[in-house]
Nanobody, 116 residues
């Protein structure tokens, strides 16, 4: 399975972005998926996750009420809608997928920069 993120960019505080994560390869083996982020000098942190069918989601406290995670299995794509962005949301955002084999895989990341 290969994951490719897109949709990052530069936005002013209070603005919005929608990230996409497109999966290819053995997509039938994908179970839960999630988004993580890593700011300069910090550890990678959990942002959001979604179950295989999309029926259950989980969000980090820092993004609750502002971010929404979703997926379209017909398109093999997961999304992260980010509203009311803050400068502290600036980071490289990574897509993650858990596979039926028990392993996981990562995308290459997409940069999100929020200016104040």
């Amino acid at each position: 399975v290969q994951l490719v993120e897109s949709g990052g960019g530069l936005v002013q505080a209070g603005g919005s972005l929608r990230l996409s994560c497109a999966a290819s390869g053995s997509t039938f083996s994908i179970n839960a998926m999630g988004w993580y982020r890593q700011a300069p000098g910090k550890l990678r942190e959990f942002v959001a996750s979604i179950t295989s069918g999309g029926g259950s989601t989980n969000l980090a406290d820092s993004v609750k009420g502002r971010f929404t995670i979703s997926r379209d299995n017909a398109k093999n794509t997961m999304y992260l809608q980010m509203n009311s962005l803050k400068p502290e949301d600036t980071a490289v955002y990574y897509c993650n997928a858990w596979l039926a084999t028990g392993s996981d895989t990562w995308g290459q990341g997409t940069q999100v920069t929020v200016s104040s």
